[in-house]
């Protein structure tokens, strides 16, 4: 088996995928703490982290860091999410020590210069101006904040611009030496990898990174949907509907998520054949479902004419509702066979295995085999995906969110309380 997973004494755990056919190697420390682990003063400080972590250390400036990766060939980045912050790189086999060498300082060894805060804080800025240009980015803000009222999870990942001026250096060490803890913490590798030199590399250079682990977030507690509509002056309305969905342990996962893909997930999806090729209501729509530790998120998007717009969400819930009863036997397949098609390209790349085995581990403790993934994949039937479809339609009130202009969205949003009321009645008889 490939797969080698070992524990230090910090807590701190290192998971690698050694992949003989490769000459270069993909590589990172994911981090179990992202937006949902900030109190309200801390706004869009997970993100805020991520970027000054390339910003100098006290050892490297922010230039001799791109400079010694992009010296042989490699590149740098980081990605801040709800339950997670990674920082990582692809080189060649040789320059592994190298690679984790530079990712160890930015975490250990952040300089937090004022200057460059600033100059970061101010980007942070352009970034947020940027996403509300982007009606996409802006209706699914709006969504989230009626899925978790007033909390962390329910706020963009972005911060504020009133909240990022309120820190400072001694407020990023303080999130810092709080959330990023040994036992919150992997480093996962995949590639031209050797585990037992990514173990002892890990062991000299995260050595600092130790302790108990740090705080639990607060429980996420799905709202009572309900609806909302955004007026601006835009072209196409924009419409998002979400649901409650099921946590990562939850045994309906793998059902919902074919439930999932039959209704929004591709060309041959129920809502694509019926809203665009049939009708041609609209150019994009999809659905999709989020997994989180102790919750889940369904959400669905399109956009259409705001003259189309109530048809639009009357066809979307009609679907929806009879996709719950009407399940094939062949889409069934068709799905799972997408499912396991993407589980097995993903594993081609080094760079999707590295980030899998680590999100695997913070979510299960350990990584999930191929095997055992195409195992539950095979498992679902038409009947555990129905059970999984009436479970996500009743388990919560729909939450729905129209962003754009004309009198149509008003009543676009009042149809999908149809979601509910047919559920209703369904428990009735």
Sequence with gaps: MSVEISKLASGLTVVTDKMPHLETAALGVWAGVGGRDEKPNEHGISHLLEHMAFKGTTKRSSREIVEEIEAVGGDLNAGTSTETTSYYARVLKADVPLALDVLADILANPAFEPDELEREKNVIVQEIGAAQDTPDDVVFEHLNELCYPDQPMGRSLLG???????????????????????PDMVVAAAGAVDHSQVVAEAEKRFASFEGTPGPKPQAAQFGKGGAKVVHRELEQAHLTLALEGVPQNDLSLFSLQVFTNILGGGMSSRLFQEVREKRGLCYSIYSFHAPYTDTGFFGLYTGTDPADAPEMMEVVVDVM???VETLTEAEIARAKAQMKAGLLMA???????????????????????????????DAVSVESTRDAARA?????RPAVVALGSGRGLDTAVSFAEGLTRARAKARLH
Excluded: W
């Design 321 to 323: 509702n009879d996709s």
């Design 392 to 396: 996500l339609l009743s388990r919560s």
């Design 160 to 182: 504020t611009a009133k909240t990022l001026r309120a820190f400072n250096r001694d407020m990023l060490r303080g999130y810092l030496s709080t959330h990023y803890r040994g």
């Design 347 to 377: 594993l081609e790349s080094c760079s999707s295995r590295a980030e899998q085995l680590a999100r695997h581990v913070l979510a299960y403790g350990r990584p999930q085999t191929v095997q055992e993934l195409v195992a539950r994949i």
